[in-house]
């Protein structure tokens, strides 16, 4: 298992699925949240979570000539899978039988099941609730009989099975929609903005409009991180012309545009409970190794490593290399992952503490001259923590 396991952010449930099926960031694979603004006429537009760049590990399945189920996992659905179930229900019952019924008469070689139940529980009452314990039980017990029906295929020699979730999520008890649509509006009424239950999408025009934005809701209590073009691109999200500004909002708070209820549990924010999941490695070709830390980025590599698939242009790295039968390899490797952990965590630190600056000059505690010196500083470390992050995955990816 992996003790400490990230996943993209936004940690919108698209955003992280199509990490988790291309072993590619946002920045990479192209959905950021399932908007885009077009400069060219002025119109937010929305992306299909089809398209993607980069091949899905589907699709490079397909090349071996493996049968792919999906279950449930959406962004398979035009893009490689053989059989495709959808459960609109989301019934957990209902999509243990299909799963079944998808490995014991179609013998898949590749099979993605999603649980979005224990999401909707989450959403509907909040992720502390009863309700979602009894629905992660109910999920566990889900889990044991789909390992048996594969056991009753024929299928555990080799099997790799892997755990984990697109995102977390956090309680919301209050909704900043009206002060931070006032904080936009104060600015230009005409200022693109979408909301996204824990994060505002904000699309200004560039240089002097934009700094506006940023003071302006800099400003509204509750606002957790403000993050630009440098910040973006140090959390591998973002294109750095179309994606504006994304403000994420502090633990217990929310903003929801009109069309969406109101729910007492969101996600999408860069909260540590948001943005921390689970991530198992289960078969017998797994010693029971604990990996310091991972990303969501990294699950697809493994599979295709697993699976004998050519190499793509992931962004993640393959963990097989990190165990064999006597477990870790090498203190020299397992400490390539300590040192993602730490860039990881410091890139976010940082982050908060150039947010932190952009609220002191709001709030006339800052002179602007004095904002673009610290600021520089902190985005400078910003890019070498990035290009450290990047290096270390590419020593991962040599070594194994």
Known sequence: MVEDCRTVFPSL????HTTLTTGRYPITHGITSGIRFDRRCGRVRETSMSSYEGPSIAELSKERRYVVG??????????????YVNVPSHNIGDVTRFAKTVIETKRPQVLYVVFFAVDDAGHLNGPDSRKVNRTVKEVDDALGQLTKSIER???PGRTLYVLTSDHGMVPVARDLSS???AAIVDVDKEIPFRS???FVQIFPHM???QEEVVRSVARVKGVDVILEDCELRALNTGDGDSQGIIVSLRSGLSSFSRQQPKLPGYHGGLEDYETRVPLIFHGQSVPPARLPFAETVDVAPTVAAHLGLRRAAFDGVSLLGFWHELGMRSD??????????ETYARRVQLIRALSELKKEHADEGLTASELRINAGRIQRELLRLSSRSARIRRFIGVRT
């Not at 020299?332 to 952990?341: F, T, Y």
């Open 332 to 341: 020299g490797e397992r400490d390539s992952l300590v040192r993602l952990g």
């Open 179 to 181: 002060s931070l649509e």
């Open 207 to 209: 240089g002097t409009q």
């Open 70 to 83: 999906s279950i449930e996992e959406f962004t398979l659905f035009t893009r490689g899978a053989d059989i």
């Open 13 to 16: 449930t698209g955003t992280s």
């Open 196 to 198: 996204f239950g824990r």
């Open 153 to 155: 295929s024929g299928g």
